[in-house]
């Protein structure tokens, strides 16, 4: 394999992942933007997944779910039902695309992949948004961050640090890049009224939620927050339908009927759901947890907060460490409490009252998150490698 050359137009990006297309986590989102990204930057990007057990989609019809272009392919392997699948997916991967490949980019606890890619010649690029869960991924890490063509990527300051100070990872070919969003998807100008003819929705003062249905997402709080508040919520998220019923069982334990679920969304549409908000919300705890059940409010940068700030409507958010980072109160946000009802209420009529301030930060959001697209996001990268390699 040749040596990275940044300057020619047309790298060879492979992007593995393990997971199955479309899937209801935001972690697909970010993969297909990236690929979207890569690609835009003039390179070949191919994407490697695993097929899904029921019938496969379209390349075509993967990239029109998740609203990207298609600038980029995608391959879908057959699942094998073998002991240690995921490893033997990423090695068939990484083998089938083994010529002419300059970077093996993944995320994740795909981390075999890389490291036969850095084998093979390739640069490897991984994307940590987590701990490492074993110890066989913590030495693998190091082993693709110490190699002269390794680099590994976090999301956030906060989880950079973590891997220096705490998990005694080197400061060197380590860097951060934060979420990103498509702004193009994002129309500024289009008006609530207009957004709600598009959904059928009712007239009225909403809130609008989108995302997970986790763990530390303060859906509770926001419930209670709103009780006996002329405020109808809408909570466009949800992974299966039990997931959903848990939560409607809770609002109804609220006493609300002014809470509506539409469950999970493609992300194609998001974008005009949060157009027809009149305020978005992100009530997070002190805790905040994943699909896995990790503990992640020190350091993630949730996909969804990039989306609200680029959807130009008013945001109340938790003041937690992976939000304030982002997020100023009384200039792109209203930060509140974490685990208070009373903090989100109060905002709530602060926003109802004061049109002036809501517009001054729904104005304020969308001008800051300008500085981070996924094409940014994806050009920062590439940068770096070639500061680690050349």
């Given at each position: 394999m040749e040596t990275l050359n940044l300057r020619q137009s047309n790298l060879n990006i492979l992007y593995v992942n393990s997971s199955s297309f479309p899937i209801a986590k935001a972690s697909s989102v970010q993969i297909m933007q990236m690929c979207e990204a890569f690609?835009?930057?003039?390179?070949?990007?191919?994407?490697?997944?695993?097929?899904?057990?029921?019938?496969?989609?379209?390349?075509?019809?993967?990239?029109?779910?998740?609203?990207?272009?298609?600038?980029?392919?995608?391959q879908q392997l057959s699942r094998k039902k073998l002991p240690r699948k995921f490893d033997l997916f990423q090695i068939q991967a990484i083998r089938n695309n083994r010529l002419n490949t300059h970077i093996c980019y993944s995320r994740g606890r795909d981390i075999i992949a890389p490291t036969i890619g850095l084998q093979m010649g390739m640069h490897a690029?991984?994307?940590?948004?987590?701990?490492?869960?074993s110890l066989k991924e913590k030495m693998l890490l190091k082993l693709i961050q110490s190699h002269r063509r390794g680099m590994l990527v976090t999301i956030s300051d906060a989880l950079r640090k973590l891997y220096i100070n705490e998990l005694n990872f080197s400061d060197k070919n380590i860097i951060v890049a934060?979420?990103?969003?498509?702004?193009?998807?994002?129309?500024?100008?289009?008006?609530i009224h207009d957004a709600r003819q598009k959904l059928n929705m009712e007239e009225g003062t909403w809130i609008i939620y989108t995302g997970g249905l986790y763990r530390g997402r303060g859906l509770d709080f926001l419930f209670k927050?709103?009780?006996?508040?002329?405020?109808?919520?809408?909570?466009?998220?949800?992974?299966n339908d039990q997931q959903i019923k848990e939560w409607q069982y809770k609002a109804k334990k609220h006493n609300l009927d002014n809470v509506?679920?539409?469950?999970?969304?493609?992300?194609?549409?998001?974008p005009l759901y949060l157009a027809a908000a009149n305020m978005l919300i992100m009530p997070y705890e002190t805790k905040v947890y994943t699909a896995n059940n990790e503990e992640t409010s020190s350091w993630a940068s949730p996909l969804k907060?990039?989306?609200?700030?680029?959807?130009?409507?008013?945001?109340?958010?938790?003041?937690?460490?992976?939000?304030?980072?982002?997020?100023?109160?009384n200039h792109n946000s209203l930060l509140v409490e974490p685990c208070s009802a009373t903090a989100i209420r109060k905002a709530i009529k602060t926003l109802v009252n004061n049109d002036k301030l809501g517009n001054h930060i729904a104005t304020?959001?969308?001008?800051?998150?300008?500085?981070?697209?996924?094409?940014?996001?994806?050009?920062?990268?590439?940068?770096?490698?070639?500061?680690?390699?050349l």
């Open positions: 690609a835009s930057l003039g390179n070949s990007v191919k994407l490697v997944s695993l097929q899904p057990n029921n019938k496969p989609l379209s390349t075509t019809k993967i990239q029109k779910y998740y609203g990207v272009s298609s600038n980029f392919t995608i690029i991984i994307e940590v948004h987590g701990k490492p869960l934060t979420g990103g969003v498509d702004i193009n998807k994002f129309d500024p100008y289009i008006t927050a709103v009780t006996n508040l002329d405020i109808k919520v809408m909570i466009v998220g949800g992974s509506y679920f539409t469950g999970y969304q493609s992300p194609e549409t998001i907060l990039y989306e609200y700030m680029a959807a130009s409507r008013p945001i109340i958010a938790s003041n937690i460490p992976m939000i304030k980072n982002t997020l100023i109160d304020n959001a969308r001008k800051d998150v300008l500085k981070h697209t996924w094409t940014t996001r994806a050009q920062h990268i590439i940068n770096n490698v070639g500061k680690h390699t």
